[in-house]
């Protein structure tokens, strides 16, 4: 699906519970793409289902290529596989699909942050409930060990996730499905204004000055002023007032 769309593949990492593709698209192509995309790696478990049941003879109708041992292996661990790659924990399908949804109701930092937080919580948890609740298996322990600290990482990447987001937005690379306002105070620096930011909306940015005053500037001015010019500590008001003189 990932090819089908063109996107560029780095690698392909496969670990016991299936296989994690790095790419530089994810979080910054149309969000009906990345879910098409990420529900494409739950999707083949149908067709492991479907070779399952072929193999044990369709449920009796056929001669059985496989003894049913064998077949319901097969099932036992294509459901846990597929039940857990859906679990809300970034970088499984679930949390892909977490952040893809959240984007879609808030900015591009919030909705990659609450994911990452969300992530370690739910990795935090299942770590801890086998200790208690459940029968505990050293395999599944190092899993969420690892997912837990996966995300930890991830949660140190944050800033130059964000920052890789409005580099490819400065550049033009997004996609763009709509137009949003935003309303900001001019004592605002450059990286609060682009905290706002949402995919698929292009932004037009309304800054308060003082005695209710009220200019506009558009998000490219902004970026441009980011990457281009280098003014990472002035405000938007001091942006304006430099884009006025000249």
């Not at 200019?215 to 281009?228: A, G, V």
Request: charged fraction near 15%; aromatic fraction near 16%.
């Amino acid at each position: 699906m990932a090819t089908f769309f063109k996107w560029r593949i780095q690698h392909i990492v496969l670990w016991i519970f299936g296989g994690v593709m790095k790419t530089e698209e994810h979080g910054h192509v149309d969000i009906k793409e990345e879910i098409f995309v990420t529900l494409a790696g739950p999707f083949q478990h149908i067709f492991i289902y479907i070779g399952a049941f072929a193999l044990s003879g369709w449920g009796g109708a056929v001669s059985p290529i496989l003894p049913p041992s064998i077949t319901d292996l097969i099932l036992y661990y294509n459901t846990v596989i597929f039940l857990f790659n859906l679990i809300p924990i970034w970088p499984l399908d679930g949390g892909k699909l977490m952040f893809s949804f959240l984007t879609l109701f808030k900015p591009y930092r919030q909705a990659y942050n609450l994911t990452i937080i969300l992530s370690m919580i739910a990795s935090l948890g299942l770590l801890i409930i086998p200790l208690f609740v459940t029968p505990f298996t050293l395999s599944s322990f190092f899993i969420f060990i690892f997912l837990l600290m996966e995300n930890r990482t991830e949660w140190k990447h944050r800033y130059y996730v964000f920052i890789r987001f409005l580099l490819k937005r400065y550049e033009g690379r997004t996609p763009i499905r709509g137009i949003q306002s935003l309303h900001v105070p001019h004592q605002y620096s450059l990286m609060d204004v682009f905290a706002h930011f949402r995919r698929d909306k292009k932004h037009s940015i309304y800054v308060m000055f003082p005695g209710s005053e009220r200019q506009s500037i558009d998000e490219s001015d902004c970026l441009r002023s980011y990457f281009h010019e280098k003014n990472y500590n002035q405000t938007v008001g001091d942006i304006i007032e430099n884009l006025n003189r000249h």
